[in-house]
């Protein structure tokens, strides 16, 4: 099994805004990190992932503030290496700058994928909802019950 995760949130400002740009501008290079680390198997694309996240029928809901990442990886210890140990960890850290903080709900889950398989939005947008609505369990978690799943 691999380890699929897909994280959402809605950014404060407009992409365009200065106030992002940091973010904004360092997409690429966090992808790049990424595509390069131990571990690392598949994400989607920003053209994709834009895509996805504009569609107003689709299941992110078209607010084109929406910033999310789904990827899948071969395990927990190489996403979590990529997450707290590259640069994306100055990132991660930064997000109040960029994200809404009074946005409700889950932001990140984590579920176990068989090898080969390559998630859907509208697969971890359930997942999302699911972890929403039960908490933390084998089907769908995050990092405080990663190490039971």
């Known amino acids: 099994m691999h380890l699929a995760e897909f994280n959402?949130?809605?950014l404060k400002y407009d992409?365009?805004?200065p106030r992002v740009a940091d973010f904004?501008?360092?997409l690429d290079r966090v992808y790049d990190i990424a595509r390069r680390s131990?571990?690392?198997i598949w994400h989607m694309e920003n053209d994709d992932m834009e895509a996805a996240q504009l569609d107003l029928?689709?299941?992110?809901g078209g607010n084109p503030r929406t910033a999310s990442t789904l990827s899948v990886w071969q395990d927990v210890d190489s996403f979590r290496a990529f997450v707290f140990q590259t640069v994306h960890k100055q990132f991660y850290d930064r997000k109040?700058?960029?994200y809404d903080a009074a946005e409700q709900g889950t932001r990140l889950v984590m579920w176990w994928v068989p090898e080969g398989h390559i998630p859907t939005v509208a697969e971890a947008v359930q997942r999302l909802a699911y972890l929403d609505q039960h908490g933390q369990t084998d089907h769908a978690f995050?990092?405080?019950h990663v190490a039971e799943a």
Request: without cysteine.
């Open 8 to 10: 959402k949130g809605t």
């Open 96 to 98: 109040a700058e960029w």
């Open 57 to 60: 029928n689709g299941p992110l």
């Open 142 to 144: 995050g990092w405080e």
């Open 38 to 40: 131990p571990g690392y």
């Open 15 to 17: 992409w365009d805004d």
């Open 24 to 26: 904004a501008n360092n």
